[in-house]
């Protein structure tokens, strides 16, 4: 007679099924999509490369030979005043007063990537903050806080930029890159506080939100430990693509003269002073603005890619397989 036991089949474990199946977390499917998108693995080693090109900047400098600041008119400028081209001693020209644009560019590549990073994680810590408080507490202090965002985005923030860095006039490198970034996160904190702002308002509706509330959790603990960290996605991706734009912010006004202080050489400065010579010079104007392209495309798509990867709700990497 057949037992009860040995007509009920017989369950296997999935992972005995298939070893290779096993659980992932959410950091790495967001990796999983990311590896898929080839352009942004391009455009990540493109833009490690600018970093070590940075980085290496007083190698450069050691190897040919050429401080940033120093000048060498005999050998940098030709019979008639002007600048020579790419040479053996100048591997990407020189400048008008006989600089070393190379080094140059490297030096200035350390420049637009502290202030686009330093300038972008400020603005996020400002923007994440106001936009909890805003979005989570509301009332009255909602209400100031939203106002205080509408009136920075409202402001010709390049005009009061310019009018800041008059005023001052700060003269030392350090001063002036202090208040460059400073002025950036001013002006770029009050769009991602508005975006956090809107992402709290719809988090402290959820169910385990509500739950905390009925355990007795407090409105900080809320804040800090329930809600802020459902944003880590959304704040990791509006970082990334805020340095971009603060690295543009930082090169237009070193352009037009009012951001990092010679002999500190700068992207902006040099896109400056590569366009008055740009007819007989096009080097002066033309390695700078690639390296400009470049690095912001490179932090743009880089951004999207995140964007893309960690968004639980489609892979549109992998064609929603």
Do not use: C
């Not at 560019?105 to 502290?114: E, N």
């Not at 460059?180 to 904190?189: G, L, R």
């Not at 700068?266 to 096009?282: D, H, N, R």
Request: hydrophobic share 50%; aromatic share 8%; net charge neutral.
């Amino acid at each position: 007679m057949t037992s009860l036991s040995e007509l009920q089949p017989e369950t296997v474990p999935p992972d005995a099924e298939n070893p290779r199946v096993k659980g992932r977390t959410p950091l790495q499917l967001a990796w999983a999509r990311f590896r898929r998108d080839k352009v942004a693995l391009v455009f990540l080693v493109v833009l490690l490369l600018i970093v070590v090109f940075a980085l290496t900047a007083p190698l450069w400098a050691s190897w040919t030979g050429h401080p940033y600041s120093a000048t060498f008119p005999k050998t940098g400028l030709d019979e008639n005043g002007q600048p020579i081209g790419p040479s053996g001693d100048f591997w990407l020209g020189a400048d008008q007063l006989g600089r070393d644009v190379l080094v140059r560019s490297a030096y200035g590549a350390r420049i637009s990537l502290l202030v686009g990073i330093a300038a972008a994680v400020l603005a996020s810590v400002v923007g994440v903050v106001v936009g909890t408080l805003a979005g989570y507490v509301g009332g009255v202090l909602d209400t100031v806080l939203a106002r205080v965002m509408d009136i920075t985005l409202a402001l010709p923030y390049l005009l009061i930029a310019i009018t800041l860095a008059v005023t001052f006039q700060v003269q030392s490198v350090a001063a002036s890159l202090t208040m460059t970034i400073v002025v950036i996160a001013f002006f770029s904190f009050a769009a991602f506080g508005r975006i956090i702002r809107g992402q709290v308002m719809s988090i402290k509706q959820k169910e385990f939100i509500e739950a905390a509330r009925s355990l007795g959790a407090n409105r900080w603990r809320i804040m800090f430990v329930d809600v802020l960290p459902n944003l880590v996605a959304q704040i990791t991706v509006l970082t990334s693509l805020l340095i971009p734009t603060s690295i543009v912010f930082e090169s237009t006004l070193s352009f037009l003269g009012v951001g990092v202080r010679p002999p500190m050489p700068s992207w902006g400065a040099m896109l400056g002073e590569g366009s008055e010579v740009f007819q007989t010079a096009w080097w002066l104007l033309v390695v700078p603005a690639v390296l400009l392209l470049l690095t912001t495309l490179s932090f743009n798509l880089l951004g999207d890619a995140v964007r893309d990867a960690m968004d639980p709700r489609g892979d549109r990497q992998s064609g929603g397989k």
